[in-house]
């Protein structure tokens, strides 16, 4: 059974910065798309970024372009997500989530495989 474990959440003060990290033993990063999802309080669950697999571009929710960034570090099959000038506005839960398409889909029911989501939670 995949898992993916997700870590790096915690309080951070409004305008500061946190990285996440999400790592796997049980698929090949390097052919899967990765994403991030996350669910605020009392909100439905929504896309943050998506980064394909095989050349396709990386993209980004238009709340988060310019601030998050994603990166892949495919020899230790985990994915990060660098969140920058974090805003009280990005308290959420998030999830990383992979699927085995080439494409990145910005739709949760796109993605095969989830974790269990790590908090961030951020004061003004």
């Known amino acids: 059974q995949v898992q993916l474990v997700e870590s790096g959440g915690r309080l951070v003060q409004a305008g500061g910065s946190l990285r996440l990290s999400c790592a796997t033993s049980e698929l090949t990063m390097s052919r899967h798309t990765m994403g991030w999802f996350r669910q605020g309080p009392g909100k439905e669950r929504e896309f943050v970024v998506g980064s394909p697999w095989g050349g396709s571009e990386t993209v980004y929710a238009d709340y988060v372009k310019g601030r998050f960034t994603i990166s892949r570090d495919n020899a230790k099959n985990t994915v990060y997500l660098q969140m920058n000038s974090l805003k009280p506005d990005d308290t959420a839960v998030y999830y990383c989530?992979?699927?085995?398409?080439?494409?990145?889909?910005?739709?949760?029911?796109?993605?095969?495989?989830w974790g269990q989501g790590t908090q961030v939670t951020v004061s003004s």
């Open positions: 989530a992979a699927r085995r398409g080439m494409l990145a889909r910005t739709t949760a029911g796109d993605y095969d495989y």
